[in-house]
């Protein structure tokens, strides 16, 4: 099975510009998860996707965006860059984000996409 | 809201050293806890969790309900151990509700 795919891998853009990242999770999860890793913060975060719907949502600015496809696949979209939007964006997929069986509750993270903002 | 905390940024020990990373939950109802790790260059991968109070890479970890932890053990640290460890929580008995990661304790284990 393959995993979890982000694209790009890494990405490099001006302030004030947009971004638009892309994830494919593992075939058969519904649920996608989106967090951004800085190495102050750790992992924070963003949002949760299932069945293409928005079902929970951190604590970022309305800048940050997402959503999700019939197939699942996930795009988050970052517009008006910052620089301190610099980091690595972690997508995760899961068989369900919530209730159910607890096997369900595992994350499979992808590589991420590393973002700098100049 | 949940929280959990992992105390210790760094923790350096020397091979075959007993390892104990340290993390603690602030929630009151039924969580799951989990245990990640991140290898240099790879991606964040699940250790283990407590329910299935399992032995992974020589590592075990024990809910304790009562000091609210979930505290990372190994006997003899390898360097191979060498990684960034998360504690994360998920609330399984209040809705959907996101996994809620701790800031993360990088490990160096010293030949």
């Known amino acids: 099975k393959a995993g979890v795919t982000q694209t790009p891998r890494y990405l490099i853009k001006t302030r004030g510009q947009q971004v638009t990242l892309s994830c494919s999770p593992i075939s058969g999860h519904r649920s996608v998860s989106w967090y951004q890793q800085t190495p102050g913060q750790g992992l924070q975060f963003l949002f949760e996707y299932f069945s293409e719907t928005q079902r929970n949502k951190g604590n970022f600015p309305g800048r940050f965006s997402g959503r999700q496809f019939s197939n699942s696949r996930s795009e988050m979209n970052v517009s008006t860059l910052e620089l301190g939007d610099s980091a690595l964006y972690l997508c995760?997929?899961?068989?369900?984000?919530?209730?159910?069986?607890?096997?369900?509750?595992?994350?499979?993270f992808g590589a991420g996409t590393r973002l700098s903002v100049l | 809201a949940q929280r959990v905390t992992q105390p210790e940024k760094l923790l350096s020990v020397f091979k075959g050293a007993p390892v104990e990373l340290k993390c603690n939950y602030s929630y009151s109802g039924s969580p799951e806890l989990f245990w990640y790790v991140q290898y240099s260059r790879q991606r964040l991968q699940l250790l283990l969790r407590?329910?299935s109070r399992e032995s992974i890479k020589g590592f075990t970890a024990d809910l304790n309900k009562g000091e609210t932890s979930f505290h990372l053990k190994k006997p003899f640290a390898q360097e191979e151990d060498s990684a960034m460890y998360y504690c994360a929580l998920k609330v399984v008995d209040s809705g959907n509700t996101p996994l809620v990661f701790g800031k993360g304790t990088r490990l160096s284990v010293i030949a």
């Open positions: 407590h329910i």
């Open positions: 995760a997929s899961s068989l369900s984000g919530g209730s159910g069986t607890l096997a369900k509750n595992i994350q499979y």
